[in-house]
């Protein structure tokens, strides 16, 4: 509901799939740098590893990221955390969060994205979404009733995801706490991650969502982007 835009129906030609792994050892840096760099001590790791994993990156590109996020080769990880905030067409919110070694780069490339939107100061739309944690997670293979677990966890809200899997939200400060505590319930956890979610999200159709598609797409073609958060229903 308004939370983060992902490509539909995304391409898998070589530039298409570069630009993904691009963006899956990004992630992998940080979270080898933020913490161990042993996946078994460092759940954010483990996570990025397996959807890593999940996209087939060869072997060698992704112990290369865990190397280099933990600096354990030369020229290790200096990517900073830059979000830039403002409108799609048709006024549609949107939070764009940027992971980049070089923010000269960054900045032209998107003013220059945003032309056919609009490209706001910090604080422009990012108060009309909730900054809220969320984990995405199967039941165990014996069941569990998916808000009864919300519950016990100590999760604020449990929505249906995709493939069977559930989506739970989180106090940002209790993503870490509810993520252990749905595994200790024999839940496989996913992914967890802070998150933007819109407060008011605006539905569109027809050519309007077509141009909304469009501009989000352009975006999520630079490679230093890492997640695209859009007020859409």
Known sequence: MGAQWKQKGREQAADAKGRLFTKLAKEIM????????????????????DAAKKQSMPKDTLERAIKKGAGLLDGGAQ???VVYEG????????IVECLTDNKNRTAPNMRNL??????????????????LGAIEATPPPTGEDAEEAAIEAGAQNVEAGDDGQSRFFTDPTDLDTVSKALAA?????????????????????????????????AIDGDDDVQNIYVGLA
């Open 79 to 81: 990517l900073d955390v």
């Open 30 to 49: 940080v979270a080898a740098k933020s913490g161990s760099a042993d996946p078994t001590a460092n759940s954010r790791l483990r996570m990025a590893i």
């Open 87 to 94: 409108f799609a067409p048709h006024q549609v919110p949107v």
């Open 114 to 131: 945003f032309k056919k939107g609009q490209l706001g100061a910090a604080g422009s739309v990012s108060w009309d979404f909730l900054r």
């Open 185 to 217: 319930r024999n839940w496989t956890v996913t992914s967890a991650a802070l998150i933007w979610q819109a407060k008011n999200p605006v539905k569109l159709d027809g050519v309007a969502q077509d141009e909304v598609d469009s501009f989000l797409a």
